[in-house]
C-alpha cells in the first residue's frame, strides 16, 4: 500500500502512516466510548489523544514483539483507568 501511494518516495509512507494512525486513534476513542458510561463525555477523547500523541509508537515499530506488548500495555491501562473512573 505504500509503495502505491508513494512510490519510493517517503512523502507517501508518511501519509499512509498518518491516515492508519487516525484511523486507529478513532476506533480508540470509539472503543472507550462503548466502555465508558454515557454520562463521561469528555474521557474517551482524552484518552485517544494521549494515544495519539504518545511517543511509544515510535518503539513499536523496532519488533513485533514489543507491539504486543504495547497493545496489551494500552488495553490494561485503559481498564484500569475507567474503572477508577466508574468508581466515582
Same mark, same amino acid.
Given at each position: 500500500?505504500? +509503495?502505491?501511494?508513494?512510490?519510493?518516495?517517503?512523502?507517501?509512507?508518511?501519509?499512509?502512516? $498518518?491516515?492508519?494512525?487516525?484511523? !486507529?486513534?478513532?476506533?480508540?476513542?470509539?472503543?472507550?466510548?462503548?466502555?465508558?458510561? @454515557?454520562? +463521561?463525555? !469528555?474521557?474517551?477523547?482524552?484518552?485517544?489523544?494521549?494515544?495519539?500523541?504518545?511517543?511509544?509508537? !515510535?518503539?513499536?515499530? @523496532?519488533?513485533?514483539?514489543?507491539?504486543?506488548?504495547? $497493545?496489551?500495555?494500552?488495553? $490494561?491501562?485503559?481498564?484500569?483507568?475507567?474503572?477508577?473512573?466508574?468508581?466515582?
Amino acid at each position: 500500500m505504500n +509503495y502505491y501511494v508513494g512510490g519510493l518516495s517517503p512523502f507517501g509512507y508518511h501519509v499512509v502512516n $498518518i491516515v492508519l494512525h487516525s484511523t !486507529v486513534t478513532v476506533l480508540y476513542m470509539l472503543a472507550c466510548r462503548q466502555v465508558a458510561p @454515557r454520562h +463521561y463525555k !469528555v474521557e474517551p477523547v482524552l484518552a485517544a489523544a494521549i494515544f495519539a500523541v504518545h511517543p511509544v509508537h !515510535v518503539e513499536a515499530v @523496532r519488533t513485533r514483539e514489543l507491539t504486543v506488548v504495547v $497493545i496489551v500495555n494500552y488495553s $490494561i491501562i485503559t481498564k484500569v483507568v475507567l474503572m477508577y473512573l466508574l468508581q466515582k
